[in-house]
């Protein structure tokens, strides 16, 4: 079976410090793995994507996110937190049988304090 | 300006009725989907249309129906069998050379 899981419900980080949001996979082939950001009320907002080639992927608002596959990890991170990245932050793979799905974690709430 | 149009942004039913949500896209995308996101849970596949007249059960597809008889629409329909409907429902969809999903801005069901 193919998933993604967020280990951490929740991370804390105060602004201006460098930020990490986990994700691990598990896909028998190689992954197609997203990053989606969610803010109160709102729908999903794509950050970025990793496909094929370098395993630094850099997104949108200065997300970038790091393809590890001897450690099945696509972990988001950012330079420099902003109070305004505080929001609920989703890992994504592609099922590699049937292209139009998608599974999803569970999310992580990130909280950046002033 | 294109985008995926979800309605209402919020909807209270009462226990035993029916319901559509209804979503619209106009970026021309072939595949459609509709999630379920509850607290902790993430996003649940509901039901998924790869093209017009076609489409398939998710994950969780009890308590749902669906229909796509336009390119552009695929409205959801909680029926009264679904046993607990309050949660907030995402609608998305994908072009033929995406390889990414996007995301309407939701529907938050209430029942009362």
């Known amino acids: 079976a193919q998933s993604v899981a967020q280990p951490e419900d929740q991370v804390n980080v105060a602004e201006g410090n460098p930020l990490t949001v986990k994700c691990t996979y598990s896909?028998?082939?190689?992954?197609?793995l997203f990053w989606y950001v969610q803010y109160p009320n709102r729908g999903l907002q794509f950050l970025l994507k990793y496909i094929t080639g370098d395993n630094l992927v850099k997104g949108s608002y200065g997300f970038e996110a790091e393809f590890n596959k001897s450690q099945t990890s696509f972990h988001l991170k950012k330079p420099s937190a902003l109070v305004s990245d505080s929001a609920l932050y989703f890992c994504?793979?592609?099922?590699?049988?049937?292209?139009?799905?998608?599974?999803f974690g569970s999310g992580t709430k990130l909280n950046v304090k002033p | 300006d294109g985008g995926i149009t979800q309605s209402p942004k919020y909807l209270f039913r009462k226990e035993g009725q029916n319901v559509t949500l209804s979503c619209e896209q106009n970026?021309?995308?072939?595949?459609m989907y509709w999630y379920r996101q509850d607290p902790g849970q993430g996003l649940r596949l509901i039901y998924y249309s790869q093209i017009v007249n076609d489409f398939q059960k998710g994950d969780i597809a009890e308590g749902y129906s669906v229909s796509r008889e336009k390119k552009e629409s695929f409205p959801l329909t909680v029926t009264s069998a679904q046993k607990n409907p309050t949660a907030f429902y995402l609608c998305a969809s994908m072009g033929e050379g995406n390889t990414e999903a996007f995301f309407g801005q939701g529907t938050r069901l209430t029942v009362v």
């Open positions: 896909v028998s082939g190689n992954p197609y």
């Open positions: 970026l021309n995308h072939d595949a």
């Open positions: 994504a793979v592609r099922d590699l049988y049937n292209f139009n799905k998608f599974y």
